[in-house]
């Protein structure tokens, strides 16, 4: 069996929700020939950083979510905005959630899609290391952020213990521990950067 | 600063859409006073597994995924139904999707929010050893699934060249790699039960 592409008959924009769009697409099952609607969410792409100090701790924000009616404990992070690049957005995310600034080029740590079967908006995951307290915070009227310095050595304790619970957190720190291979719980405190990924 | 949760003032369910319902909820800021609106995604908790064979091979399905209108690479998974458990909702899309059935327990891998901001669900992932192929897949009409089977060894590689993209699959494989403390492309081909977790 080899796996085809549907066919999107109609599309139709259903209503604006903020942060996203809903859309009906009709579409055809390459398969059985028959057409169904799909649901989906319609959003510009996200972008998470993980800032790093010189003393490899990971900058962190405890925020109120409304999805979960909780706090979480998460990395900077937003919905790129205008004419953005992913490191534009990664960067404003930082200062305004934060007041940190990072003295070095951003490190691509790949994009991921949150969920491909409602979503078409991917999420990209940066490095930033030599992360500084600069200024202070500017957050909108709906943010409540406080910020917290964690060593990167206990992420994946945090993780482990469901402290650190949202997936796209998650990935930033998976994608970060691929590109140094590094052993869990086992981190080089200079995290040298690989060729492949792009220096500072 | 503290971090409060907000003080929901009305909920309104908007929408149904099939997996999904909107959901309106006007909330009041605990720092401001102020009362904004929330969009909301209500749906059941989903459910991921990694099948592994006796040769350590990961059981996966490439599938049609409409929200990025591509085909993906994914473990199984899906939406727990009526009263199933998490275990058996993993166990029932494992066959369905694939055909496969497991000799052993499932050992949990934990849970994540897939996005707190905007959904209410959780996301639980497991781990299944000595997968078998035991059957026919079962899929229904919206499904066109192929399974394929990778070496875990290999999987931290699909990751990192962007094969493997869905946010929830890269969670369970770096909970697996969390709860196992594997050197990324260093897997023990044994795979032995840490006591913290469960065993088969």
Redesign the interface.
């Known amino acids: 069996?080899?796996?085809?592409?549907?066919k999107?008959l109609s599309r139709k924009r259903d209503?604006s929700?903020?942060?996203?769009n809903?859309r009906t697409?009709r579409?055809c099952?390459?398969?059985?020939g028959?057409a169904?609607?799909?649901?989906?969410?319609e959003s510009s792409p996200w972008v998470n950083i993980i800032p790093l100090t010189d003393k490899n701790e990971v900058v962190m924000v405890?925020?109120?979510?409304?999805?979960?009616?909780?706090?979480?404990l998460e990395i900077p992070g937003g919905i790129i905005e205008g004419e953005e690049t992913p490191e534009d957005t990664a960067i404003r995310e930082l200062c305004e959630e934060t007041g940190y600034r990072t003295t070095s080029e951003l490190i691509s740590l790949?994009?991921?899609?949150?969920?491909?079967?409602?979503?078409?908006n991917i999420?990209y995951s940066f490095l930033a290391k030599g992360a500084y307290l600069a200024g202070k915070q500017h957050l909108d009227?709906?943010e409540?952020?406080?910020t917290i310095l964690l060593p990167l050595s206990d992420i994946?304790r945090f993780?482990?213990e469901?402290d650190i619970?949202?997936?796209?957190v998650?990935?930033a720190?998976?994608?970060l521990?691929?590109?140094y291979?590094?052993?869990?719980?086992h981190v080089d405190p200079h995290l040298p950067n690989r060729g492949t990924i792009g220096g500072d």
């Open positions: 069996m080899s796996i085809k592409p549907w999107v209503k929700y903020r942060i996203f809903l697409d579409a099952s390459p398969r059985t028959r169904y609607d799909f649901f989906i969410l405890r925020q109120y979510r409304h999805g979960i009616q909780d706090i979480t790949g994009m991921v899609y949150p969920n491909p079967a409602i979503q078409q999420c009227e709906m409540d952020i406080e994946p993780i482990r469901g619970s949202h997936s796209l998650l990935v720190f998976y994608r521990f691929i590109e291979e590094m052993k869990m719980g």
